[in-house]
């Protein structure tokens, strides 16, 4: 959803939130707002609200619409709507409608589907609209349950996740009930929706954790709050540069990703040992990440500027098109081939897994059916998540 957002942005808690995090973000980003036009958010926030609405529907005991009745309309960003939007929805919305019937939850003030939440245990400036969240007391407790939804490919870590502990912090501020559990005795259930990040776990991830574990961490939300907001707010860079729309303007930023050019010219060792090899290829990993992260800043400039009649030498800027699509609904495309004596149907094929899930089929028995080809092997990053949910860290 398009709106207002907090000088302290909870999507953003990751950047300067977390421990370690880049705390003079939050001034850096009021002077280099966002420019407004990235079709990757338009789509997002489109996505959003069809999830947002099927939720509804399914909170109110309504059957919800087909993916075909929205396949070809247009939202409110301007996004065409089609099938990949809505079944991405749907995976959305289905997972969270199963939890939501399964606890027995369907409104009131323990019920939040896109809904604004203030966070003053973090700063009286904090708050942020989450996705969806539902409490449910039990005799012994409780257990929070809260939702976030990404439609891009990146992937997000449900492991100690600084935006839905953000959002964590505001809904128990408001709400008594959770507040007089012992915070031990209440479960709180992250769970991240990611459709197209084509994870080995699936499309949804949880990480369970108990309040007592996610106080701590809003502590360290109101600590680095507090420093961003004052003059002692540092500047720091890290992976988070990449999403960082003040990156073509920050100094530790363009010194980092400019200074990179330095190490491209030098031979590189052969015989590295094990611990000398783990070293440089992460160094050259950052080099890569901070000088990607620096093009796409001023790649979204040079395009800002031209939309506004302002020319950069050596550069212009072109539309491009993706592949070609039907913008009709399959009934109206197929009538047309009739007319024409042309059968543009496909042969007859089976629907894929994930559909067929969201049709109602049980988990086991798609698993009986299905498989997941392996692809080639590959290296990721190593930040000590896995080690810490091994041996039992909360």
């Known amino acids: 959803m398009i709106g207002e957002h907090s000088i302290l942005a909870s999507s953003a808690s990751g950047i300067w939130g977390k421990p370690n995090g880049c705390t003079g973000y939050v001034s850096m980003a009021q002077q280099c707002p966002e420019l407004g036009d990235d079709q990757d958010a338009k789509e997002g926030s489109a996505t959003h609200d069809i999830g947002s609405e099927l939720i509804d529907y ?4 309504v059957n919800s619409t087909t993916a075909e009745e929205y396949i070809g309309e247009e939202a409110s960003t301007g996004v065409i709507y089609n099938e990949e939007r809505i079944d991405a929805a749907k995976i959305y919305a289905d997972d ?3 939890i939501m019937r399964s606890v027995a939850v369907f409104g009131g003030p323990n019920f939040g589907n896109e809904e604004r939440v203030e966070c003053p245990s973090i700063h009286p400036r904090a708050f942020g609209t989450t996705d969806q969240f539902i409490y449910h007391d039990r005799s012994d407790g409780g257990d929070l349950y809260l939702w976030d939804f990404k439609y891009g490919h990146e992937f997000v870590e449900v492991f100690e996740n600084w935006q839905l502990t953000n959002y964590t912090s505001g809904i128990i501020e408001d709400r008594a009930n959770i ?5 031990s005795k209440v479960k709180v259930h992250f769970r991240i929706v990611q459709p197209r990040a084509f994870h080995k776990d699936g499309p949804i991830r949880e990480w369970v954790t108990t309040l007592d574990v996610i106080l701590k961490n809003i502590d360290i939300l109101r600590v680095n709050a507090a420093i961003s907001l004052s003059d ?3 500047l720091r860079t890290g992976s988070h540069c990449k999403h960082c729309q003040a990156r073509i303007a920050c100094p530790p930023a363009l010194e980092a990703g400019l200074g990179m ?4 010219g030098k031979p590189v060792p052969v015989d590295l040992s094990p611990q000398a090899l783990g070293v440089q290829y992460a160094l050259i990993e950052r080099c890569y990440e901070q000088i990607k992260s620096l093009r796409t800043g001023f790649n979204e400039q040079v395009k800002s500027l031209a939309r506004k009649g302002v020319n950069t030498p050596g550069w212009l800027i072109e539309q491009g098109y993706g592949n070609e699509k039907w913008a009709k609904p399959v009934s109206e495309v197929i009538a047309l081939g009739n007319i024409f004596k042309i059968d543009l149907k496909k042969p007859d094929e089976a629907i894929t897994p994930v559909q067929a899930r969201n049709k109602g089929i049980d988990d086991a028995v798609i698993k009986e059916y299905s498989t ?3 692809t080639s092997i590959k290296v990721v990053r190593d930040d000590g998540t896995k080690l810490k949910l ?5």
């Open 232 to 234: 002692k707010a540092t």
């Open 58 to 61: 399914a909170a109110r005991g």
């Open 96 to 98: 969270v409608a199963n």
């Open 261 to 264: 050019f330095e190490c491209t």
């Open 179 to 183: 507040r007089n559990w012992i915070p």
């Open 390 to 394: 091994i041996f039992g860290d909360k």
């Open 372 to 374: 997941k080809p392996k």
